[in-house]
């Protein structure tokens, strides 16, 4: 019901399980995904510009001096990663919800652009559970998932920046309900009054004109 789309950030350590929890928030159709660019090699399975925007450090690097980037971050990895303006900004014009899946630094940028941005922290329910699911992917060495860890503690340090937290349970009750408990905050969201004002006055508009 708000008047314009509102802008979802979702982050939270790799293993939290954050994409999962999107791609079932997406069957919902509430919600417009914003795709990400990177410079990082495609991963098997991964689409062109359904994953990610893949491209080269030279391409990045013009977009981010020609201010194409709504928001950026250099990863542990060494590579880059970015919202394009355009993609999020035409989904916003277009009154779409819009949902970013990027980092904490990544959006703690956006929400200085834009302050009602709405930041949702998903955590795993133990460290040992996030280290367990990290090391049963099996793809990556011992020193990249110390890395992934330390990057994760550092990410959970921030959280007091963001407004909600969710928690992903172990097994696929765990996606449905991780994915209702961010239904609801959206819900929740779009009914705040500041958000409604139009609404409001049209609704106060009417009462006074029959009481007049
Ligand atoms: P991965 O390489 O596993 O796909 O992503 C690595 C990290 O980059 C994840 O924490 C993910 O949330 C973050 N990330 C993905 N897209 C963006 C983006 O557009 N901006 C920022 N700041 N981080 C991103």
Redesign the pocket.
Not at 20 to 46: C, I, P, Q
Not at 74 to 86: F, N
Not at 97 to 124: A, F, S, W
Not at 175 to 198: G, P, T
């Given at each position: 019901m708000a008047e314009h789309g509102l802008i979802f950030v979702i982050?939270?350590?790799?293993g939290s399980g954050?994409?999962t929890v999107v791609d079932k928030l997406l069957e919902s159709n509430e919600f417009v995904l914003?795709v990400?660019?990177?410079t990082?090699a495609m991963?098997t399975g991964e689409i062109p510009d359904k994953?990610?925007h893949f491209l080269s450090r030279e391409a990045f690097e013009e977009q981010i001096r020609n201010n194409g980037l709504l928001?950026?971050?250099r990863?542990v990895?060494g590579?880059y990663?970015?919202?394009l303006r355009s993609e999020a900004e035409s989904a916003i014009a277009a009154g779409k919800d819009l949902i970013?899946?990027?980092?904490v630094?990544?959006?703690l940028?956006v929400r200085e652009k834009y302050p009602d941005t709405i930041l949702i922290m998903m955590i795993p329910p133990s460290f040992q559970i996030l280290e367990h699911r990290l090391r049963s992917r099996g793809t990556e060495s011992e020193e990249k998932i110390q890395k992934r860890l330390q990057?994760a503690r550092n990410?959970l340090s921030q959280m007091h920046n963001y407004d909600y937290v969710v928690c992903n349970q172990e097994g696929p009750d765990g996606i449905e309900a991780a994915a209702k408990d961010i239904l609801e905050i959206a819900h929740a969201e779009r009914q705040r009054l500041d958000r409604n004002r139009d609404l409001i006055r049209s609704l106060l508009n009417q009462e006074t004109k029959r009481g007049e």
């Amino acid at each position: 019901m708000a008047e314009h789309g509102l802008i979802f950030v979702i982050s939270g350590p790799s293993g939290s399980g954050k994409g999962t929890v999107v791609d079932k928030l997406l069957e919902s159709n509430e919600f417009v995904l914003s795709v990400s660019a990177t410079t990082r090699a495609m991963r098997t399975g991964e689409i062109p510009d359904k994953s990610y925007h893949f491209l080269s450090r030279e391409a990045f690097e013009e977009q981010i001096r020609n201010n194409g980037l709504l928001e950026y971050n250099r990863y542990v990895t060494g590579d880059y990663y970015g919202t394009l303006r355009s993609e999020a900004e035409s989904a916003i014009a277009a009154g779409k919800d819009l949902i970013l899946e990027i980092d904490v630094n990544g959006g703690l940028q956006v929400r200085e652009k834009y302050p009602d941005t709405i930041l949702i922290m998903m955590i795993p329910p133990s460290f040992q559970i996030l280290e367990h699911r990290l090391r049963s992917r099996g793809t990556e060495s011992e020193e990249k998932i110390q890395k992934r860890l330390q990057v994760a503690r550092n990410e959970l340090s921030q959280m007091h920046n963001y407004d909600y937290v969710v928690c992903n349970q172990e097994g696929p009750d765990g996606i449905e309900a991780a994915a209702k408990d961010i239904l609801e905050i959206a819900h929740a969201e779009r009914q705040r009054l500041d958000r409604n004002r139009d609404l409001i006055r049209s609704l106060l508009n009417q009462e006074t004109k029959r009481g007049e």
